[in-house]
């Protein structure tokens, strides 16, 4: 059973910018989340993919977007890059939406300059 | 949103000590998970406890849903033990860290 992997590992992006940043989720698993990690802060919510679907979204603005792909691996795309997008972008895989535990990826650690 | 405290913040040990990690939260949740974050990011999965008790080796976790809070216990620590520990529940399609208590195990 492979795990959650994503890439790239390492990213460095100039303000103004689009980044794109991948995940595949572990074997079996349908649904996909994605969160943001500042530095010294716990993980926000970005939103949640089931089944290629948007299923839940924190707070974050409309040039955070994704997809999730019919093989359940995901994108997460940021437009417009803010210095304050630098942080570590980590995707978690779980069995279905709802109730599961979810197992989480190395992330990508993102920079702004 | 719902609020997810943490305590202590932070949390020095010696190798060997027992320590309890404390997760309160606002209102009612649908899963509740304790992670170890590792100083590379990783973030490793713990313990999955809506409710109940279970035990996994030295480390332990109770989750009392009707008071809203769950506590981990980590039992003769080691070195190894150091990092950040998270808890995070999900209310429906919500997913909510707490901001997590940074244990540093001493030998």
């Known amino acids: 059973e492979t795990g959650v992997t994503q890439s790239p590992t390492h990213l460095i992006k100039t303000r103004g910018q689009q980044v794109t940043l991948r995940c595949s989720s572990q074997?079996?698993?349908?649904?996909v989340s994605w969160y943001q990690q500042a530095l010294g802060q716990g993980p926000q919510f970005i939103f949640q993919y089931y089944r290629e679907e948007e299923n839940g979204r924190g707070n974050f603005p409309p040039r955070f977007s994704g997809l999730q792909f019919p093989n359940y691996s995901s994108e997460l795309n940021v437009n417009a890059l803010e210095l304050d997008d630098s942080a570590l972008y980590l995707c978690?895989?779980?069995?279905?939406?709802?109730?599961?535990?979810?197992?989480f990826g190395p992330g990508t650690r993102l920079t702004v300059l | 949103g719902i609020q997810v405290e943490q305590s202590p913040p932070d949390l020095i040990l010696q190798e060997g000590a027992n320590s309890t990690l404390r997760c309160n939260f606002s209102?009612?949740?649908?899963?509740l998970q304790w992670f170890h974050q590792n100083p590379w990011g990783q973030l490793i999965n713990l313990f999955y406890?809506?409710?109940g008790t279970k035990q996994n080796g030295r480390l332990s976790a109770t989750t009392v849903a009707t008071e809203r809070y769950s506590l981990l216990y980590i039992s003769s620590s080691q070195t190894t033990d150091s990092g950040v520990y998270f808890c995070?529940?999900?209310?429906?399609?919500?997913?909510?860290f707490g901001t997590g208590t940074s244990l540093t195990v001493i030998p």
């Open positions: 406890i809506p409710s």
């Open positions: 074997s079996g698993h349908n649904t």
């Open positions: 209102d009612s949740v649908n899963n």
């Open positions: 978690a895989s779980s069995l279905s939406a709802g109730a599961h535990t979810q197992y």
């Open positions: 995070a529940v999900n209310t429906g399609n919500q997913f909510y």
